[in-house]
């Protein structure tokens, strides 16, 4: 009952005017009469009680395809939130790469909710030179993600708020991050403490001032920055690029699957009547750049399993694909590699790779900055029928948290052993008969580290 008067008095708040008179005529009696009030809520309650259950009853069969439906049930449940929505929490411009941002972006989130405060709708940056500061291209939030699907999808949790919200009776108060060694985790949730109280926490806005979100310690839990990820969907325009990729990968698996067809049955296979084609995208980390880095790393953690070759990636990925049903491998890769032919050539029978070139949706991506396109190939990866990416890339870690998310809304707890649908793989990690390894998520992890810095423990 409450969730369904809570979700009233969102309704009701955009209910306009002129539907408010309309149910006055209805009742016979003027809104400003108290019975009638309560008539008029209990009518919209019961209403609204209807369309919910109308709309999750056909929950169990929501299509993987339409992240747009897929919710979970926690995210209907607004619990007495506390967020004020006159206080607001100021954040940098967020840089870096697109996963680098989100995550920063939901540390800048999880900030707020400690505060209680509304985040205001933060900058995030379009371009990757991040040590030039005027060539960052700030990118409002609300030109990639859906800003007010975001407050609906997260609501109870955190809410993000516009600087129109404000109103400007107090200045503002600047929360100075520390850095280096000295400032330690204990010291940074201590400072948040203190500005959630006193003279501080008069101040309509609290911004923050430092070093770049990213970079400030972590005190939220997996499942808190899963959340804040769940309620991120794109906008339609760069959704709908999206889309253009996949059904690309989708019908060019199909021609190869009719041809095939046709010749073993020797009939004439109508390509458009086969179901679509699965795919396999591949996380391809093996430019020069990221070989120099994680070889560093391998010297500094001293974990051997953090580069993998070429030859090692095709392999592995090879020993997924069933030989009777060639498969396209979708690699995502740098763009440094697309000339590179060795990427497309040595994989084993069966596995058909493509990039965006060969697939011809090159021309897609080079329409958008970095940040688009990034986001593009993460949604191709997201949806692909199976992922295999390495356990030491943020893009790869976040693909398979949110992977993870979705099988757990399934009703599926534990992919490692059984034969699920969507699995995802770490291909720097030999599992059985060189396959590469399963990986799921730990969400209950108690903090973001082991999936923003890397790690070989993969759940499986
Ligand atoms: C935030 O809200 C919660 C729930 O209403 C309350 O318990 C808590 O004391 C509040 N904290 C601050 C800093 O206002
Ligand atoms: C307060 O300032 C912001 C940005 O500077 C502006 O958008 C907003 O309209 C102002 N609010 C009021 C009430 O003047
Ligand atoms: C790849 O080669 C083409 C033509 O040879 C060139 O125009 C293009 O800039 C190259 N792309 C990359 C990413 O090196």
């Known amino acids: 009952m409450r969730l369904v008067v809570r979700k009233l008095q969102v309704c009701d708040f955009q209910m306009d005017l002129s539907s408010k008179c309309k149910l006055s005529r209805l009742f016979g009696c003027y809104l400003t009469s108290v019975t009638c009030k309560c008539l008029a809520l209990v009518t919209i309650t019961l209403f609204l009680r209807a369309i919910l259950l109308h709309l999750f009853s056909g929950y169990g069969v929501i299509e993987w395809n339409n992240p747009d439906l897929i919710l979970s049930p926690s995210l209907l449940l607004n619990s007495e939130d506390g967020i004020r929505r006159e206080k607001f929490l100021e954040v940098p411009q967020i840089v870096w790469g697109l996963n680098n941002q989100k995550i920063a972006f939901a540390r800048a989130c999880l900030t707020a909710r400690m505060l209680n405060r509304t985040l205001l709708m933060p900058s995030l940056s379009a371009s990757l030179f991040y040590k030039e500061i005027d060539r960052l291209q700030p ?111 989708r019908q060019m698996g199909r021609t190869v699957r009719s041809k095939t067809e046709t010749a073993q049955n020797n009939f004439d296979a109508e390509g458009s009547s086969l179901p679509p084609a699965p795919y396999i995208a591949v996380h ?13 790393l391998e010297q500094r953690s001293g974990i051997s399993q953090i580069c993998s070759s070429k030859q090692e990636i095709m392999e592995r990925v090879g020993n997924i694909v069933s030989l009777e049903s060639p498969t396209v491998v979708y690699l995502a890769v740098a763009d440094s590699l697309l000339n590179d032919s060795s990427i497309l050539g040595g994989w084993k029978k069966g596995s058909l790779p493509f990039e965006k070139k060969k697939l011809g949706v090159d021309g897609i991506y080079n329409k958008h900055p970095y940040l688009i396109q990034s986001a593009i190939d993460y949604e191709v990866c997201s949806r692909a029928d199976i992922f295999v990416g390495n356990s030491f890339s943020t893009f790869s870690s976040l693909i398979v948290l949110e992977r993870t998310q979705k099988m757990i809304r399934m009703g599926i707890t534990s992919s490692c052993d059984i034969n699920v649908r969507w699995p995802s793989y770490a291909y720097n990690i030999p599992g059985e008969s060189n396959r590469p390894q399963k990986w799921m998520t730990k969400m209950s992890d108690s903090s973001l580290k082991a999936i923003s810095y890397g790690s070989n423990s993969i759940s499986c």
């Open 284 to 296: 391809m980390r093996v430019e020069i750049d990221w070989m120099i880095h994680c070889k560093k």
């Open 139 to 249: 990118i409002s939030f609300d030109k990639v993600f859906q800003f007010e699907r975001f407050n609906s999808l997260c609501n109870g949790f955190v809410l993000l708020g516009r600087y129109s919200d404000l109103k400007n009776q107090t200045g503002m108060y600047d929360l100075q991050k520390g850095s280096g060694r000295k400032w330690t985790v204990e010291r940074d949730l201590e400072q948040l403490k203190q500005s959630s109280k006193g003279f501080v926490d008069e101040y309509e806005v609290i911004r923050i001032v430092g070093k770049n979100p990213f970079l400030w310690h972590d005190h939220w839990p997996v499942k808190d920055y899963a959340r804040v990820f769940e309620c991120l969907v794109l906008v339609h325009e760069i959704a709908k690029e999206a889309d253009k990729v996949v059904s690309k990968i």
